[in-house]
Structures are given as C-alpha cells and as structure tokens.
C-alpha cells in the first residue's frame, strides 16, 4: 500500500492515491503508451509529479523528470533526445514551450496548484489548464482503474544536470528479483525507510536523489511533506508542526538555516528528527559541525551519483571521528581511487573517485551507448570527483575533477576557498572557479552573491582568506552578483560563470 503525499492543503494517499495511479496507467494506455516508452514530467513538486512516476511504473514506462528551469531548446532536446511519447506538465509553463514540444507527443496538463502559485508569485490564470487541452484531474476521472499486472518498475530515466553540456539520459535496466530486495536494503542502511517515517522534500522532484528519495519513501508507506522551494524558518515550522522525522536536505539548505537568527532557531522544537540526509554537493566541516550541534547526531551523509546509487554513507558519529569524509562504502559497494592509469592509489593520496553498488540495476546513457566508457574502469562507475580514502576507509572528497585548477603547475581545489568564503560574514553564496593567467595558466576568480543589506569589497574578502588558506590559492579577481547560476539542489552552474573569461582566450580550460 502506498503512503501519504502532502503538498498545501492537499493530502491523499492508501486506496486513495493508488486509484488516481491506475487511472493515470488506464489513461496513459489509452494514448498508446506501451512498456519500454517514456512518459516526460515537467514540473515542479506536485501529489501530480508523483502519481504520473507511480502510473508508469504499473506499465513498465520510464518517467522522465525534466528540469523545469531549462530554456524551450534544452526542454526540446531531453523530449527528442528521450524520445517521450506523452508529457505531464503544469500549466503556467505550458505556454513558453507549447511550439517547442515535438509533434506526435501526447500531453496532459496539470492545474498548477495554489502553494505553488504562492511559492513563485504567480498569477491565478497563468496556473489554469487552457482551453482544449487535457486536464489532468479530468482526465484521471474518464479513465477506469488499471487492472493489469504491474510490470517490473524501471527507474526514473534522469538526465544529468547538464552543467558541461548537453544532458545524457541515465537510462536503468528494470530491476531483477534479487536486485529488488538488496537494492531495497541498501536504500534502508543508507536513508533508514520505512513505514512510519515521516519526511520533508524541499530538492526538485526533477533531481536524482529528491526524486528517488521521493518515491521510495511513499511506495514503503511513508508520509511525504512536499514543499514547492525551500524556506528555512517554514521548515523548522513543519518539522515541529509535524512532528517529523525524516528530511533530506543539500548543504547549502545548511548554511541559510543557520543564518536564522538564534531566537529564531530557538523557537522550534525539532526532536522528532531521526535521520536527516544530505549530499549533492560537498559541506564545509564548519557547517557540518554547526548542524550537529544544533539538531544532534542524525545528520547523515551519503555519496553516489545518478549512475552509482548511494554507495558510501557516513553517521554523525563516525564523521566526529572522521571530520570531513563523506563516509565509507555502504555493505555490498566497492569504492576506489585510481590515477590517470587506471592504478589504484594507497590511502591518503588523491585521485579520481571510482565506485560502484553491485546490486543497483545496470545503466547506459540513452543514445549514447559510448559514453558509459568514458566514465568506466573494471565495471566501477566515476562520478568526476577527485578525492582520496584513509587507512579506515572513509573517503574524503576534494572536489570535482573538471573544476580543478591548475596554476603554475600547481593542483588547487576551489571548494576548499569555497568551504571558508562561505563562513565569511555577508556572504550568502560563493563559487570559486579558473579563469586563464598569462603566467600561471590559470588563476582564481571568486563570484560572490551576498546577504541582503550587506556591503563588501574584493579587497575585504582577500584579507578574510589570506590568514585562512595559503597564498597561491587567493582569488585574483572577485566579482560581486545579484544572483548565482544555483540549480535547487544547490550546485551552481560555474560553466556559466567561467564560459565568459575563456571565450576569447584562445584555448579551452
């Protein structure tokens, strides 16, 4: 039996939820869907979102989630390239792609609802389905409940971020039986599901993790509080308002939750929390330490891509003891770190991260059968990070291989300038990244977005860094900005960042 799902003022779950999903399969049969195609949802967090995951799912078809802050041609590109034969989309965002969705695609529109409407400043009209087309609601109360067998449930087709480039499409195998039941173990070690939990989802439905997060913890009979954007004081409302128990958050939720003002932090009661979850991008051990200090020791770690799976986890307390790691590998994964060669390194020396959990169900890159090899050595799966593993096994992250710089022959890793700017008074978000250097090659350039109301120099911020980290890795230009190129899970687009300092320089990074 499925869990509950809350979004607004809307609840519904059990018998409920389960006849609106076999409906949504009557419907997308009714359209022609047949196991093996794929159904696109384009959305934000919406119950809606994750009824059309679960539809496809009684058939065999593979949801798409399609980041919804893309552009009309990149929104084209993952329906062509994904080869989507329907389209679940919210209203208000209909009309920027409408002569962007490729003919032949069937779509259903969905009511965008009013805690959405709210979360974005949108108006009332823009958020009603138009005028001959499907309407979701409708459409779920013409079909009759599927009665099929339900086929073997493929995973979410995710397309990557995209942050260097065209998107692939993370294309997994329907499991087999025996990968079922130890996958389902694995996600339990790592994010504790169960029947009773009680969680919150702030992450875009449309991410890797939020997503399989999501629909795991609802297909095991847990309760799911969705949030259309995170909020850091209406967060602490709701854990407290609701007692619960489960969340999974993204550092840089962290940092802004910590930037409450400690009577405000004060005021909420969060003891129901068992275990909260972070990932996608690295935390600064200050921030960590900040966070168990603060909530106690569930925060819980975990490290794996859209390829891998969660394959190392690290607890509160093995990360006191092992300030930094990203934990060690979960039971039944292998993690490795190799050099350019493909040989694997001792502990302590730093390399490119290789890792695999044995009984995530296999993968390609849709259409792109080749670029599984780019990323493969020995059937380990990279996720472009380099880092290095202790005598105990704990793995320690560095940062991401394409964001090293290398300046005068020498290895910097931008998050760790990252890791202290962020600390630094004023600063809301920052992002390290290369810029060329006649001399060096390259050199360092630090884009600052800052708390409302403050005020700093780049003269300020070299003088916060320089008795922090050495020399050579201060920032030769600082440059100050409204807003960050910030996906919601908090990883920012330096592509864009850097793209206009190497455009005209002659030679790529």
Partial sequence: MLGTVISGD??????????RVKKAASGFLSLGLREGDRVAILMRNDIAFLEATFACGELGLYPVPVNWHFSA??????????GAKALIIHADLLPALADSIPSGVERVVVET????QSAYGLSADACCVPEGERNWDVWLEEQAPYDGAPKAAPASMIYTSGTTGHPKGVRRLPPKEDQTAATLEARKYVFDF???????????LYHSAPNLYSTFSVRIGGTLFLQPRFDAEETLALIEREKLTHAHLVPTMFVRLLRLPEEVRAQYDLSSLVR????????????????IDWWGPVIHEYYGGTETGAAVHCSSEEWLAHPGSVGKAIPGATVKVLDDEGKELPAGEVGEIFLRLWSFPDFTYHNKDEARGEC????????????????????????????????????????????????MPGVQDCAVFGIPNEEFGESLAAAIQLIDGSSLSAEEVTSWLAPRIAKYKLPHVVTFHDALPRE?????????LRDPYWKDSGRAI
């Fill in 276 to 291: 909260v979850m972070h990932g996608a991008a690295p935390c600064s051990e200050a921030v960590k330490k900040q966070m």
């Fill in 376 to 423: 493969e050595r020995e059937g380990l799966i990279t996720c472009g990070d380099v880092g290095c593993l202790d005598e105990d096994g704990f793995l320690y992250l560095r940062d991401r291989k394409r964001d090293m710089v290398i300046s005068g022959g020498v290895n910097i890793y931008p998050v760790e300038i990252e890791h202290e700017l962020i600390q």
């Fill in 73 to 82: 041609d990149e929104t084209a590109y993952v329906l062509n390239d994904s």
């Fill in 113 to 116: 609802p009013p805690e959405v």
């Fill in 194 to 204: 169960k029947p009773d939990m009680r969680a919150v989802m702030t992450g875009p």
């Fill in 10 to 19: 809307r609840r519904i779950g059990g018998t409920a939820l389960e006849e």
């Fill in 488 to 496: 919601e899970t908090g990883k920012i687009f330096k592509r864009k």
